[in-house]
T-cell receptor
Framework: KNQVEQSPQSLIILEGKNCTLQ??????????LRWYKQDTGRGPVSLTI?????NTKSNGRYTATLDADTKQSSLHITASQLSDSASYIC?????????????FGTGTKLQVIP | GAGVSQSPRYKVAKRGQDVALRCDPISGHVSLFWYQQALGQGPEFLTYFQNEAQLDKSGLPSDRFFAERPEGSVSTLKIQRTQQEDSAVYLC??????????????FGPGTRLTVT
């Protein structure tokens, strides 16, 4: 069964600190992996997308890594800000039935405190 | 507008009532998806449209759930005889391409359905 697991489930950090969120997946055949940020009461917004051949991708203070061999990804947030408080969802795309589908992880709820 | 919009934003229904949730995708987006998101969980796929064609409805939890996109733009998700377990946020997303994961899905704000 295609699954995406994230850890930790929740995280509290002080403003200005760094943190790393983890994503493990069993999705096959793998197409690409996205990290989404979901603010409370809003829809998810894409932060990064990584294909099989990409190891690292950055978007401002967000850096995502991908190890396709171990099927692991991480999202590193540098110099956290209060506005980073949100859920971060790992989403993996795979081919099925002639088109591509996505499987969402359960998310990591990040709280940045002053 | 520039983004995906959904209405209503909040809906409270008594058990057994029918509800209809609307999604206005970004103009010109071919693909449209519906997801169900339970509290504290990631979104779960419900159904997918390519233009007006419903190509995948494998995620619909029961025959009480029905979705349509008759003209290939606006979509409606209908839930008949609502049950308490239907309480969730229903997210709609659209993308420019043909359901390729390389095309970003743009999400609406969701409709929070509470069944009492």
């Amino acid at each position: 069964k295609n699954q995406v697991e994230q850890s930790p489930q929740s995280l509290i950090i002080l403003e200005g600190k760094n943190c790393t969120l983890q994503c493990n997946y069993t999705v096959s055949p793998f197409s690409n992996l996205r990290w989404y940020k979901q603010d409370t009461g809003r829809g998810p917004v894409s932060l990064t997308i990584m294909t099989f051949s990409e190891n690292t991708k950055s978007n401002g203070r967000y850096t995502a890594t991908l190890d396709a061999d171990t099927k692991q990804s991480s999202l590193h947030i540098t110099a956290s800000q209060l506005s980073d408080s949100a859920s971060y969802i790992c989403v993996v795309s795979f081919s099925s039935g002639g088109y591509q589908k996505v499987t969402f992880g359960t998310g990591t709820k990040l709280q940045v405190i002053p | 507008g520039a983004g995906v919009s959904q209405s209503p934003r909040y809906k409270v229904a008594k058990r057994g009532q029918d509800v209809a949730l609307r999604c206005d995708p970004i103009s010109g987006h071919v693909s449209l998806f519906w997801y169900q998101q339970a509290l504290g969980q990631g979104p779960e796929f419900l159904t997918y449209f390519q233009n007006e064609a419903q190509l995948d409805k494998s995620g619909l939890p029961s025959d009480r759930f029905f979705a349509e996109r008759p003209e290939g733009s606006v979509s409606t998700l209908k839930i008949q005889r609502t049950q308490q377990e239907d309480s969730a946020v229903y997210l709609c997303a659209s993308s420019l391409g043909l359901a390729s994961g390389l095309y970003e899905q743009y999400f609406g704000p969701g409709t929070r359905l509470t069944v009492t």
